[in-house]
Nanobody, 123 residues
Framework: QVRLVESGGGLVQAGGSLRLSCAAS????????MGWFRQAPGKEREFVAG????????NYADSVNGRFTISRDNAKNTVYLQMNSLKPEDTAVYYCAASSTILPGSPRDYNYWGQGTQVTVSS
């Protein structure tokens, strides 16, 4: 069992930055690939960024590529999402998730989910 707790969300003006954190319980954090997803009101949950178990491989949605950076610190059982140049369309609840799959390809590959943290970008 892995418990995930997100933090760092808030209200920011367009063009600003936020850093989200996701703290994981347990001693097996490094066995999981991690991902960030988001869900805006009335929309489906969408993939934002993913990172491999070691942190050596990352991938991003086209909409955030070049603006967001995912990273992890396995010693601290934490994954981060640095969000720069934020846009109003980035407004959503952001969720972190853990996958026991080596190369998770969809939300269904993720076994554990956090409760989410709200990010609101004002124009």
């Amino acid at each position: 069992q892995v418990r995930l707790v997100e933090s760092g969300g808030g209200l920011v003006q367009a063009g600003g930055s936020l850093r989200l954190s996701c703290a994981a319980s347990g001693r097996t954090f490094s066995r999981y690939a991690m991902g960030w997803f988001r869900q805006a009101p009335g929309k489906e949950r969408e993939f934002v960024a993913g990172i491999s178990r070691s942190g050596g491989n990352t991938n991003y949605a086209d909409s955030v590529n070049g603006r967001f950076t995912i990273s992890r610190d396995n010693a601290k059982n934490t994954v981060y999402l640095q969000m720069n140049s934020l846009k109003p369309e980035d407004t959503a609840v952001y969720y972190c998730a853990a996958s026991s799959t080596i190369l998770p390809g969809s939300p269904r590959d993720y076994n554990y989910w956090g409760q989410g943290t709200q990010v609101t970008v004002s124009s």
